[in-house]
T-cell receptor, first 115, second 113 residues
Framework: ETGVTQSPTHLIKTRGQQVTLRCSSQSGHNTVSWYQQALGQGPQFIFQ???????GRGNFPPRFSGLQFPNYSSELNVNALELDDSALYLC??????????????FGSGTQLSVL | QQQVKQSPQSLIVQKGGISIINCAYENTAFDYFPWYQQFPGKGPALLIA?????SEKKEGRFTISFNKSAKQFSLHIMDSQPGDSATYFC????????????FGAGTTVTVRA
C-alpha cells in the first residue's frame, strides 16, 4: 500500500451535475497530481499541485479544477459533468516539484460513472 | 494524441517465459522513463525507471532497455510468474516546468501456469 487514500471509491452522477473527489497524500509528500484513466487506456495528466499552488495542467477544460490544502491533501472538482467524464480518477503524491519529483505514489482511485 | 506509443496491447506467456513490452516516443524533451504495474482495482505502482543517459537498467527479474537514438525503450520480464499478471504502462516525463508524465495505453500481461 502506498499510503495515498482516495474517497469515495465509487460514485455515480448524472450529466450536468458537479462532483468533488478527495485525496490524502502520503505522509511527508507535498505534491499531488491528478490523472484521469479511461477504460482500457493509460492515465492522462489533469493537473498538479505543489505547496497549495497549481503547478502544471494538462489538456483538460476549466470545468476541471482543484485545490490543495495546508496539510497537502487535495480535491478535484468537476463541474457540468459529461458522459465522457466517466473514468477512474487517480491521485498521486510525491515529494518536491521539478526534476527531483520522480517517484509518484498512486492511490487506488475513484471510479466515476456519469449517466 | 498519444505521446508514448506502447505495444503489444496484450500478451500471454507461459510461466518461466520472457515478456517483452515496447514503447516509442517522439518528444526529445522527455527526461525520465518509468514503468508502472497496475492490478485490477488498484492504482499504478512504480516498477522500474531509467534516464536517457543509460542504455539498460536491471532490477531483479525486470530489465529496461533504452535506445535513445531510436527513441524506443522496452521492458523485459524474465522468468515470468503468475503473480506478474497485470497491466503494464510505460511513461515518459516532460523535462520542462510541469514535469508531467505521459503514459502509454498499457499492455495486459497474462502468465499461464
Amino acid at each position: 500500500e502506498t499510503g495515498v487514500t482516495q474517497s469515495p471509491t465509487h460514485l455515480i452522477k448524472t450529466r450536468g451535475q458537479q462532483v468533488t473527489l478527495r485525496c490524502s497524500s502520503q505522509s511527508g509528500h507535498n505534491t499531488v497530481s491528478w490523472y484521469q484513466q479511461a477504460l482500457g487506456q493509460g492515465p492522462q495528466f489533469i493537473f498538479q499541485y505543489y505547496r497549495e499552488e497549481e503547478n502544471g495542467r494538462g489538456n483538460f477544460p476549466p470545468r476541471f479544477s482543484g485545490l490543495q490544502f495546508p496539510n497537502y491533501s487535495s480535491e478535484l472538482n468537476v463541474n457540468a459533468l459529461e458522459l465522457d467524464d466517466s473514468a477512474l480518477y487517480l491521485c498521486a503524491s510525491s515529494l518536491g516539484a521539478g526534476p527531483t519529483n520522480e517517484k509518484l505514489f498512486f492511490g487506488s482511485g475513484t471510479q466515476l460513472s456519469v449517466l | 494524441q498519444q505521446q508514448v506509443k506502447q505495444s503489444p496491447q496484450s500478451l500471454i506467456v507461459q510461466k518461466g517465459g520472457i515478456s517483452i513490452i515496447n514503447c516509442a516516443y517522439e518528444n526529445t524533451a522527455f527526461d525520465y522513463f518509468p514503468w508502472y504495474q497496475q492490478f485490477p482495482g488498484k492504482g499504478p505502482a512504480l516498477l522500474i525507471a531509467i534516464r536517457p543517459d543509460v542504455s539498460e537498467k536491471k532490477e531483479g527479474r525486470f530489465t529496461i532497455s533504452f535506445n535513445k537514438s531510436a527513441k524506443q525503450f522496452s521492458l523485459h520480464i524474465m522468468d515470468s510468474q503468475p503473480g506478474d499478471s497485470a497491466t503494464y504502462f510505460c511513461a515518459a516525463r516532460h523535462g520542462t516546468n510541469d514535469y508531467k508524465l505521459s503514459f502509454g495505453a498499457g499492455t495486459t500481461v497474462t502468465v499461464r501456469a
